[in-house]
């Protein structure tokens, strides 16, 4: 983002200090940001360790236990959901 990337993936293995990186971002452009996980645990992980790298920051954490997409509810014999 400071280089004027609107957007960033960060790709690497656990304990790379990818976590870190969006913390010190964050901190850095001083703008609210919106961090989007595709797994409630994760989501949590990333809740907690974002507020230990932002003690005086508002962290939230919304889980949606709405899925739009569940394909084990799929019953291809009766075509019906």
């Known amino acids: 983002y400071l280089r004027g990337n609107n957007f960033t ?3 690497g293995a656990t304990g790379t200090g ?8 964050i901190a850095r452009t001083k703008k609210p940001t919106l961090i989007l996980s595709h797994n409630k645990t994760l989501a949590a992980q990333l809740a907690r ?3 230990s790298f932002l003690p ?4 939230e954490l919304f889980i949606s236990y709405y899925d739009s997409f569940q394909p084990e ?3 291809p014999k009766s075509d019906t959901y």
């Open 9 to 11: 993936l960060l790709k």
């Open 73 to 75: 509810a799929y019953n």
């Open 56 to 59: 005086n920051s508002a962290v």
């Open 49 to 51: 360790e974002l507020r």
């Open 18 to 25: 990818k976590t870190f990186v969006m913390a010190h971002t």
